[in-house]
């Protein structure tokens, strides 16, 4: 299993950004997809995940109404788009899976991507 996560970049505050995260191995098996973030300085914390093959989304209270998690069964991806960026939404974001039902938190995913870097400017 290999997450590949991509779309990170600078960005102005009050603009938008989508991540991907595309997937390979043994994906139909996958129950869920989470997205993640650490920004400097802090623990990482949980953004926003959904099934592999719909049903429950779930989103941090921080990033509701801004964020939208979406997927493509067909290409093995989900996404990440961003809208409406803040300065601390600068972090680097990982997209994790694991065989269960969605869930937020981290340790319950076994297998992460190496991360894209999102920065926000003010």
């Known amino acids: 299993v290999q997450l590949q996560a991509s779309g990170g970049g600078l960005v102005q505050a009050g603009g938008s950004l989508r991540l991907s995260c595309a997937a390979s191995?043994?994906?139909?098996?996958?129950?869920?997809l989470g997205w993640f973030r650490r920004a400097p300085g802090k623990e990482r914390e949980f953004v926003s995940a959904?099934?592999?093959?719909?049903?429950?989304?779930v989103y941090a209270d921080s990033v509701k109404g801004r964020f939208t998690i979406s997927r493509d069964s067909a290409k093995s991806t989900v996404y990440l788009q961003m809208n409406s960026l803040k300065p601390e939404d600068t972090a680097v974001y990982y997209c994790?899976?694991?065989?269960?039902?969605?869930?937020?938190?981290?340790?319950?995913?076994?297998?992460w991507g190496q991360g894209t870097l999102v920065t926000v400017s003010s």
């Open positions: 959904t099934g592999w093959n719909g049903g429950t989304t």
């Open positions: 191995g043994r994906t139909f098996s996958f129950g869920a």
């Open positions: 994790a899976t694991r065989y269960g039902s969605v869930v937020v938190t981290a340790a319950s995913y076994g297998y």
